[in-house]
């Protein structure tokens, strides 16, 4: 079974602050990593992918990917209560062009 | 620009019941498409995904059905709903030549089946 865990939260941090989002995946074959933002009651959005091991920074958001230990991150510095959403973590699926894991998602509160 | 419509926004059906949610894509040709169901707190499940015009393939046994009558049309179904087919259900699509996790989601329609 093809899994993507991610802690549920809520993870709280202030205003300021550096929220650090981890997702662990199963397939070592993965190679494809997103991270979508999902505001409540909204679809998700795609905020950023990573393909190859070490960081990806695209402005307050750095994506980090680790292969060895089947593990991605996401940071978001200078954390703002515009932040507050569920971080969703997708893994494709290896030898599918067309499929995604989907994490349940952690859900991240930024305290003014 | 490319912008993904989806309808109805919510819909509240007797178990039963059909369905049909309509999505369309506008500003690009040939996109996949996709159609995912998210429970309460849970991550998204992929119901449907197209390549094109007719092709449709199933990700998961259920009572759902979709159909691609045209090139930027999805269309999801059932003839009779069930309890637990209450959900979130988001239309995405992708660039034929992108990577499948780069998807755009339409705004989604709230399902709830009493």
């Known amino acids: 079974q093809k899994e993507v865990e991610q802690n549920s939260g809520p993870l709280s941090v202030p205003e300021g602050a550096i929220a650090s989002l981890n997702c662990t995946y199963s397939d070592r074959g993965s190679q494809s990593f997103f991270w979508y933002r999902q505001y409540s009651g909204k679809s998700p959005e795609l905020i950023m992918f990573i393909y190859s091991n070490g960081d990806k920074e695209d402005g307050r958001f750095t994506a980090q990917l680790n292969k060895a230990s089947q593990y991605v991150s996401l940071l978001i510095r200078d954390s703002q209560p515009s932040d507050s959403a569920t971080y969703l973590c997708a893994v494709n699926i290896p030898n599918s062009s067309y499929k995604l894991i989907f994490g349940s998602g952690t859900r991240l509160l930024v305290r003014p | ?114």
């Open chain 2, 1 to 114: 620009s490319q912008t993904i419509h989806q309808w109805p926004a919510t819909l509240v059906q007797p178990v039963g019941s059909p369905l049909s949610l309509e999505c369309t894509v506008e500003g690009t040709s040939n996109p996949n498409l996709y159609w995912y169901r998210q429970a309460a707190g849970r991550g998204l499940q992929l119901l449907f995904y197209s390549v094109g015009i007719g092709q449709i393939s199933s990700e998961v046994p259920q009572n759902l059905s979709a159909s691609r009558p045209q090139d930027r049309q999805f269309i999801l179904s059932s003839k009779k709903l069930l309890l637990s087919d209450s959900g979130f259900y988001l239309c995405a699509w992708t660039f034929r030549r992108r990577d499948a996790g780069e998807l755009f989601f339409g705004e989604g329609s709230r399902l709830t089946v009493l």
